[in-house]
């Protein structure tokens, strides 16, 4: 194993997430201008908007976690899978982070939390039972890469706005903001449409923005194990599993599809039109190639 270096970042990628995000803040600039002109009540808006986003930071991680039924190992509890989660985590410059797991069939890991500090990692039965060692190195040190380029920490910054979006066409779709004022009207219809066209542009653009950092997740993964093709391999196994899970225990964990190394979406479901993640046959061909390219610097 080996400590992630500068040139495991990759240029192309760094791009392309800056682009999603100039393109953000220009949407969220133009959202803004168009409600201060409308003359809708930004400030109480926004007041909202932080109230909510403040208690999603403070009871998000706890709240993901009782939704699926995870539990926090113990100390001493599952040895190995804790050590293993130690050394990674200490290989990619991450604190110690806590270790769960979910008893369910449905292989898979995510990872949680907004700092380095608290930050907790999460795998199911399902995912001990299908990997062998080295595959669920592989998948710990995604979900550790993940915690080290605060992902989370960063989707929620940059998804804030679409939550304001969100409220503000809601309010309008529920016929609070109405009046009978014409010209006031007009300017509450302007809010309305703009609101919806944030929201929906604003959730395509995170939505390419996630698949960008599990891109990036994966690429320091293989990097810090050495063993890209090792991920790509655990990959596989985890796609061809869970399209073979019954819907009714897809659904037990779905809620938290997009924290997941493999959506665990069932296939009829509208989510899977619009992935957090991208293709798992992408991911393995960049896999493949920074198998290459470790070979080439040995």
Do not use: C
């Not at 985590?89 to 069939?105: D, F, H, K, Q, W």
């Not at 066409?169 to 007009?186: K, M, P, T, V």
């Not at 923005?209 to 391999?233: H, K, N, Q």
């Amino acid at each position: 194993m080996r400590r992630v270096e500068r040139w495991a970042r990759d240029p192309g990628l760094t791009v392309r997430m800056m682009i999603v995000l100039a393109g953000l803040a220009l949407l969220y600039l133009f959202f803004l201008s168009a409600l201060i002109w409308s003359g809708v009540d930004t400030a109480t808006v926004l007041v909202i908007a932080v109230l909510l986003a403040l208690f999603q930071f403070v009871f998000s991680d706890r709240l993901a976690l009782a939704s699926v039924g995870a539990r926090i190992l113990k100390p001493g509890e599952m040895p190995r899978l804790q050590e293993m989660v130690e050394r990674v985590a200490a290989l990619a410059g991450v604190p110690r982070v806590r270790v769960g797991i979910i008893e369910t069939p449905v292989p898979n890991a995510f990872a949680i939390g907004k700092r380095l500090s608290s930050s907790t990692v999460v795998v199911t039965r399902g995912l001990l039972e299908l990997l062998n060692e080295e595959e669920l190195e592989a998948v710990i040190a995604h979900e550790i890469a993940h915690v080290r380029n605060r992902d989370v920490l960063v989707m929620t910054i940059a998804g804030f706005f679409v939550v304001v979006a969100q409220l503000v066409f809601r309010f309008f779709l529920w016929g609070a903001g109405g009046g009978s004022d014409r010209r006031r009207g007009n300017a509450i219809a302007l809010a309305f449409v703009v609101s919806l066209l944030v929201w929906i542009i604003g959730q395509l653009l995170l939505l390419a923005l996630s698949r960008y950092r599990e891109f990036v997740a994966d690429r320091m993964a293989g990097i810090v194990t050495g063993r890209p093709l090792a991920l790509a391999s655990a990959l596989w196994k985890i796609d061809g599993r869970v399209k073979r899970i019954p819907r009714r225990d897809l659904r037990e964990v779905e809620e938290l599809a997009a924290f997941f190394i493999i959506p665990p979406i069932s296939r009829e479901s509208l989510a899977s039109l619009l992935s957090t993640h991208p293709p798992v046959e992408e991911r393995v061909r960049r896999l493949e190639q920074l198998q290459r390219q470790l070979e080439g610097v040995r």
